[in-house]
């Protein structure tokens, strides 16, 4: 009988694993199947990161109208509640599609003020 008791707490406990796997993947976003798709290549030894942008730094590029400028961040700014709400607005704006520097809809001006602080 405990062997059975075993087995059903076990299948439980998948069945929960399962649940939580399944809210986490739909939460996700989805892509258009006729938008190209990025696919991981094994064969690419090396990414091209541009030498400004050291280890622990990402670059950005806030945009507003015509008005753009480039900043290279460290990844402390990913915790910086003002920065993370710009990031959700570019998530709004252009989504998850973004390849190489990340474009925030911001004037430069506010994203400076927002890094002096």
């Not at 990402?58 to 709400?85: C, D, Q, T």
Request: net charge negative.
């Amino acid at each position: 009988m405990q062997n059975w008791e075993q087995r059903h707490t076990g299948l439980v406990m998948v069945r929960l694993l399962m649940k939580k796997v399944k809210r986490f993947l739909s939460e996700l976003p989805t892509r258009d199947p006729d938008q190209n798709v990025a696919e991981f290549n094994e064969d690419v030894e090396e990414t091209k990161i541009p030498k400004d942008v050291k280890e622990g730094h990402f670059a950005v590029i806030a945009v507003n109208g015509g008005k753009s400028k480039r900043f290279i961040l460290e990844l402390s700014y990913l915790r910086n509640p003002e920065f993370l709400m710009l990031l959700e607005q570019a998530k709004e704006e252009y989504g998850f599609q973004q390849m190489g520097a990340l474009t925030l809809p911001c004037p430069p001006e506010e994203l400076q003020k927002i890094l002096d602080h």
